[in-house]
């Protein structure tokens, strides 16, 4: 058996609980990977070295794969965010969120499955920021064809591969003509030229946000720039139980880093009592990378184990305390171990 080296993040805040119960999980389903651990965020500047030190990019770079917990990010000052960071100095421009109905999981809708398509390298996050006068700030929109370009025809790519029937765009581009205009323009000429057998639809961002949450099966994959795929995640995770149930990837064209949508949650940090199933179903996203590019029928097996795992887990009432219930980080991982097939 082929056992694939993934590099291991834990992060800050809840990071370290939540992936210390998602290795636990995977050792006990003896899930084929052997964990290289690199610092991150607070985590690696309190070990004296810079937030995103060159080892961990040289690590994933090699390994090509990385299982990521949450980094804190300041607000308002301080240094660049990590994960911003992280996928810019990667490239990896495309961001993935699936978000599903869980049975088990109290939430407003019952058959939500939704997949969001993120831009994750430019637009407003491109960090171009200047102070024009003492009470002048700007920030910079970015969009460049060749990025509006790539995202879209991965997306298309991806809906197709996964049998999906519907790509809606969320824009802005009455309002901003030029860069969304171009994020739309681009949509359009890879549906028209390259899928056009893959339905297509264009909403104004706001309408978009309130029809989510009238009737969110409408949507099948959302494709948004950078901005608005951050916020629309949270939204959508919202529509499914919260940010306790929503996992996430990022692709590039060598590398996949997998995280959670949520970030480190410093107020529930060291308590013990966050939530991990977002980080295990991106390991099980990651799992089922690793099967599809390296043709490893094992890595299938063993996603579809813990899947399987944590699905009884919630129908039988396990949950952590986001979700309603009274189980602690370690004691829901616990469940999910009992049930494994
Ligand atoms: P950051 O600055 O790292 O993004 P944040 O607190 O601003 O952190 P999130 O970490 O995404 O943003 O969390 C928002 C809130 O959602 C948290 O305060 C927490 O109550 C809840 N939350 C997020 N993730 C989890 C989780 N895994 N389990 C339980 N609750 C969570």
Not at 122 to 142: A, F, P, R
Not at 167 to 175: D, L, P, S
Not at 246 to 272: C, I, M, R
Not at 297 to 302: G, I, K, P
Request: hydrophobic content about 45%; glycine content about 8%.
């Amino acid at each position: 058996m082929t056992t694939h080296k993934i590099v291991l993040i834990p992060g800050d805040g809840i990071g370290p609980e939540v992936t210390a119960a998602v290795r636990r999980v995977l050792a006990a389903a003896h899930a084929p990977v052997e964990w290289i651990e690199q610092q991150a965020g607070l985590a690696a500047l309190a070990a004296g070295d810079e937030v995103l030190p060159p080892q961990t990019l040289e690590a994933i770079e090699r390994y090509q794969v990385a299982l990521k917990g949450p980094c804190t990010t300041p607000v308002g000052e301080g240094f660049t965010s990590v994960n911003v960071q992280l996928r810019k100095r990667l490239n990896l421009y495309a961001a993935v969120r699936p978000v599903r109905t869980l049975e088990g999981v109290p939430s407003r809708f019952s058959d939500v499955d939704l997949i969001i398509v993120r831009e994750n390298t430019e637009g407003l996050y491109s960090g171009v920021e200047n102070q024009v006068t003492d009470d002048v700030v700007m920030s910079m929109k970015v969009a460049t064809k060749s990025a509006c370009l790539r995202i879209a025809r991965w997306a298309f790519r991806f809906a197709t591969r996964r049998q999906r029937r519907k790509i809606t765009v969320f824009h802005k581009a009455n309002i901003m003509k030029m860069t969304d205009g171009l994020f739309l323009r681009c949509a359009r000429q890879i549906h028209q030229h390259e899928y056009p057998n893959i339905e297509y639809q264009e909403m104004i961002i706001d309408t978009g946000c309130m029809r989510l949450v009238q009737d969110p099966t409408q949507f099948d994959v959302l494709l948004l720039e950078n901005l608005y795929g951050d916020v629309v995640s949270d939204l959508c995770a919202g529509l499914v139980g919260g940010l306790g149930v929503v996992p996430g990837a990022n692709f590039g064209d060598q590398q996949a880093v997998f995280e959670a949508v949520h970030g480190s949650a410093p107020d529930l940090a060291g308590k013990g009592i966050a939530n991990p199933l977002a980080l295990l179903m991106s390991a099980v996203m990651m799992l089922n990378h690793l099967a599809d590019t390296r043709e490893d029928a094992a890595c299938r097996a063993t996603a579809e184990r813990i899947k399987a795992a944590y699905n009884r887990a919630l129908q039988e009432g396990k949950r952590t305390r986001d979700l309603g219930g009274d189980l602690s980080t370690e004691a829901f991982a616990d469940a999910v171990i009992e049930r494994l097939p």
